[in-house]
């Protein structure tokens, strides 16, 4: 089973893909012509087009500039879940004071006690 960036790469390709796919059709151009254009071979175009690669950030600006739009126009909208580490680091930020001052007030408690005894 795939992990989360895993998913979320698929995810990008496939959305990264088929925006690709609908912004060359919208400038008219084929396959052939924009991987000639762009300096890539037509069947890494085609793997692009259809979510079975990733582009790098050169071909991303490469697409771009043989499309003649921005690098960011090819980008698809993703939602970019938060972390969970990134909640438990925020909730800490927040509450770690806090935190702190009860731990350290529980073990003072429990050591008065055991004095007592």
């Known amino acids: ?13 496939k959305k990264f893909g088929n925006r690709l796919q609908a912004v ?5 151009m084929t396959q052939q012509s924009l991987a000639h254009t762009a300096s890539i071979h ?3 175009l085609s793997e ?3 979510g079975h690669k990733s582009p ?4 991303i600006a490469g697409l771009a ?20 580490s990134m909640k ?11 935190l702190i001052r009860d731990v350290l007030a529980a ?3 429990k050591g008065k006690k055991k004095g007592k005894a």
């Open 107 to 109: 073990v003072m408690k």
């Open 1 to 13: 089973m795939p992990n989360l960036l895993e998913m979320r790469d698929l995810e990008f390709r």
């Open 48 to 50: 692009l087009e259809n």
């Open 88 to 98: 438990e680091a925020r909730w800490l930020e927040e509450h770690g004071d806090m």
């Open 56 to 59: 790098t950030l050169e071909v």
């Open 65 to 84: 500039s043989a499309l003649g739009v921005q690098p960011s126009d090819l980008m698809p909208d993703m939602d970019i879940p938060e972390m969970p």
């Open 42 to 44: 037509v069947k890494y």
């Open 24 to 28: 060359r059709k919208g400038m008219g």
